[in-house]
């Protein structure tokens, strides 16, 4: 019931997406169809979970909550049906020469191999493994958007540090996530990433119509980008997000901005922000510039903006109301200071990412020419088409002042400064933060092969050539998930730090995850839920308490304690904490996972320790 | 339709500014630099000079 219940409230959301973009044409029209559909779900999902934590009751659990947001969608759907506005008018596609064939066909054949390759097999990617897919599992099992709070937050309660989860919040993507996860298993949360890719890159084709370029060059540069085809098979909320920025871009740039492209911009920009806070500040920049359009055109501004404004707030606003009402911090747990008044929370530089970024450039000075030697994986590579067709294509165009007068370029213009200047102050160094400038600069690509013919032709080979190179270094690099194992105890036992004991011990088992001796055991959260995910993850640090104490901080009715410790962590300091009478050691072994040996641990709660226990 | 940006000269005009020639032959000189930063080639050379780990695998290379 449960499944049929989330295959009911998805096909709902497909329906509403494809109503409401009835009066749209073209790709366009596939655009809009895709981001209604998505932020239509997530929204509703998030004001049930809202109306659910206001009642306390899990009005989100499967199948009530889903069915809830099926009636929901379809009385959308109706409405949307009846208050239609006039057609929509857009630019059409050129039809693709061979060569423009050959580079869409070698880089989506690249991203297809990297999606089946991945989805034949469990959910992967530790950002994923340790927050995304447990804030989603934890969502539809207590029914409410309080459950991440009390479920991840535990540990920062606590006094422990946070990791980097806040980079999934506030958590759109991660219901829908939940959604599939609960209807259809485990290897279908792969979909919105990969829709969102394609999406993403239709946005920029559209673009590049917009600059009366061709559009298909620009595809390929998205599709073969090795952050998307790395990102996209996986459960993470990067290109969801951009996606959504990508379409509110296509739409407040048309040259016919009507009210109705007004407010699916408005709206995308809200789902993006509502699927990653991170996406606040150039959501804003461009909202003011579908703020501005909207002025322009009509006869009595306020009550336009207005609406607009409701639409952009309306995606995020359960997510919103919810952190205000918990944590007096609308944003939380981003630390926000806006002028006199603090709100409380976690500073941006608490994240790691300044750390992390030594992952990504050996200086910081060194940025600048990251795209040079960029990592391919699923934070880091922008492809080789971006760096040397695109970003060309982008100074050419800023010596045009007829490209520098049109609104596509100076939403690019926005969405870049805007970008790095929340990279820089926030600091949030990492690369996958600037995919939404790096795909608006792909848009630009569509025009040098309108060059003079002596250079295009030139650029037309430069082109295929770095399509061809990105794509073959890709394939190079998916090689460890072809040799993965399939078997989920297996693949998790060889990449997700799980031994298999540890994900079977039954439905309703309760576990402790220590993540005091190895940040790989952060990757351990998901896998340990089992393989229908009805084991409850725990996770927290209680390096350097004695048994009692430790004991004296787990959740009520904790049955087991796990534990990944890097090598070299002396084997005293985990027993030290998880010693007898308290608990009593289940097995030890150590394993050589992707980044090096970690010993492995599962240790017995006994029944003296669990009446000490009650966080 | 509003009309094409003017960054189509006519097909038959050929590029007469160096700074275009100097541009095109900086596409042909950093796409080179990425394909060899990015292949096999290069670490298996520094290995047979005795570099065993190059400072920039850790970045491009497996």
């Given at each position: ?14 329906v509403?997406?494809?109503?409401a ?5 073209g ?17 509703v ?7 659910g934590?206001?009642?306390?009751r899990?009005?989100l659990r ?13 009385v959308?759907?109706?409405a ?8 929509q ?9 061979r060569?423009?064939v ?5 880089a ?6 990297s ?6 097999r469990?959910p992967a990617g ?7 897919l ?5 969502l539809?099992?207590e029914?409410t ?34 959604l ?16 969102a890719?394609?999406?993403?890159a239709?946005?920029?084709?559209q673009?590049a ?9 620009p595809?390929?540069?998205?599709l073969?980008?090795p ?10 909320n ?7 920025l990508?379409?509110?871009?296509v739409?407040?740039t ?6 109705g492209?007004?407010?699916v911009?408005a ?5 993006a922000?509502?699927?990653k ?5 150039v959501?804003?920049a461009?909202l ?7 002025g ?15 639409a ?14 918990m944590?007096?911090?609308p944003?939380f747990?981003?630390a ?5 008044v ?5 500073p ?17 000075l060194?940025?600048?020419?990251y ?19 695109a ?20 939403a690019w213009?926005v969405?870049?400064l ?8 926030f ?5 996958r ?20 013919s ?19 270094v ?7 998930t072809?040799?993965a194992?399939?078997?989920?105890a ?26 005091s001796?190895?940040?790989?055991a ?5 896998g ?9 993850v ?9 048994p ?6 787990l ?8 534990v990944?410790a ?12 998880y ?21 492995r641990?599962?240790?017995a709660?006994?029944p ?8 | 339709?509003?009309?094409?940006p ?14 275009l ?18 292949s096999?080639?290069v ?20």
């Amino acid at each position: 019931m449960s499944a049929f219940a989330g295959v009911v409230a998805i096909v709902a959301a497909a329906v509403f997406g494809f109503i409401a973009s009835r009066c749209w044409r073209g790709v366009e029209r596939a655009l809009v169809a895709a981001v209604l559909a998505y932020v239509g779900l997530a929204t509703v999902l998030s004001w049930v979970g809202g109306i659910g934590a206001l009642w306390r009751r899990g009005l989100l659990r499967l199948p009530g909550g889903a069915l809830i947001t099926a009636a929901a969608l379809l009385v959308a759907a109706a409405a949307a049906w009846r208050h239609l506005p006039r057609e929509q008018k857009s630019e059409r596609w050129a039809r693709p020469w061979r060569w423009e064939v050959a580079a869409v066909t070698t880089a989506a054949g690249v991203l297809t191999l990297s999606v089946v390759s991945h989805a034949i097999r469990p959910p992967a990617g530790f950002d994923a493994l340790s927050y995304h897919l447990p804030m989603s599992i934890a969502l539809f099992h207590e029914g409410t958007l309080t459950a991440p709070v009390s479920f991840i937050h535990a540990q920062w309660l606590a006094g422990q540090p946070p990791g980097n989860f806040p980079l999934s919040y506030p958590g759109a993507a991660e219901s829908v996530d939940g959604l599939l996860l609960g209807s259809l298993g485990e290897y279908s949360v792969w979909l919105p990433q990969t829709v969102a890719a394609v999406v993403l890159a239709l946005a920029v084709g559209q673009l590049a119509v917009s600059l009366h370029g061709r559009p298909w060059l620009p595809v390929a540069a998205v599709l073969g980008c090795p952050l998307v085809i790395f990102q996209a098979p996986s459960a993470y909320n990067d290109l969801v997000a951009v996606a959504c920025l990508a379409v509110a871009v296509v739409l407040l740039t048309s040259s016919d901005a009507t009210r109705g492209r007004l407010l699916v911009a408005a709206l995308a920009l809200g789902g993006a922000v509502a699927t990653k806070t991170v996406m606040l500040p150039v959501a804003v920049a461009l909202l003011v510039i579908v703020g501005v359009r909207a002025g322009l055109r009509a006869r009595r501004a306020a009550p336009a903006l207005l609406i607009l404004v409701v639409a952009f707030l309306a995606p995020a606003a359960a997510w919103w109301a919810r952190d205000a009402a918990m944590f007096r911090n609308p944003l939380f747990p981003v630390a926000l200071s806006l002028g006199p008044v603090h709100f409380q929370g976690l500073p941006t530089s608490t994240y790691g990412l300044a750390a992390q970024q030594r992952n990504f450039v050996p200086t910081p000075l060194a940025w600048p020419a990251y795209p040079v030697f960029e990592k391919f994986s699923d934070t880091s590579g922008y492809g080789a088409v971006f760096l040397v067709v695109a970003a060309p294509a982008v100074l050419l165009s800023t010596l045009r002042p007829a490209l520098r007068r049109t609104w596509v370029w100076r939403a690019w213009l926005v969405a870049t400064l805007v970008s790095l200047a929340a990279a820089v102050a926030f600091p949030l160094p990492t690369p996958r933060f600037q995919l939404l400038p790096v795909a608006l600069t792909c848009a630009f690509c569509g025009l040098v092969t309108q060059l003079w013919s002596s250079y295009r032709r030139i650029v037309v080979v430069l082109a295929l050539t770095a399509v061809l190179v990105t794509a073959a270094v890709a394939v190079d690099r998916l090689r460890p998930t072809f040799t993965a194992p399939i078997d989920r105890a297996s693949f998790y036992a060889a990449t997700g730090y799980v031994e298999p004991a540890a994900s079977r011990l039954g439905a309703g088992a309760r576990i402790w995850d220590d993540v005091s001796w190895s940040d790989y055991a952060f990757a351990a959260v998901y896998g340990l839920s089992g393989t229908h995910q009805d084991q409850r993850v725990f996770v927290g640090a209680l390096d350097g308490r004695t048994p009692r104490q430790a004991c004296g901080a787990l959740p009520t009715r904790t049955d087991a304690i796990y534990v990944v410790a890097d090598a070299e962590v002396p084997p005293a300091r985990v027993t030290a904490t998880y010693a007898e009478p308290m608990f009593t050691p289940v097995f030890t072994v150590s394993r050589l996972g992707p980044h090096g040996v970690q010993r492995r641990s599962l240790f017995a709660v006994t029944p003296r320790c669990q009446r000490l226990s009650g966080l | 339709m509003p009309p094409r940006p003017p960054l189509t000269h006519g097909r038959r005009q050929r590029p007469r500014a160096r700074w275009l020639r100097a541009l095109l032959a900086l596409q042909v000189a950093v796409l080179a630099g990425y394909i060899v930063l990015h292949s096999p080639l290069v670490p298996e050379l520094a290995r047979a000079f005795g570099v065993h780990q190059p400072d920039f695998c850790y970045f491009v290379c497996r």
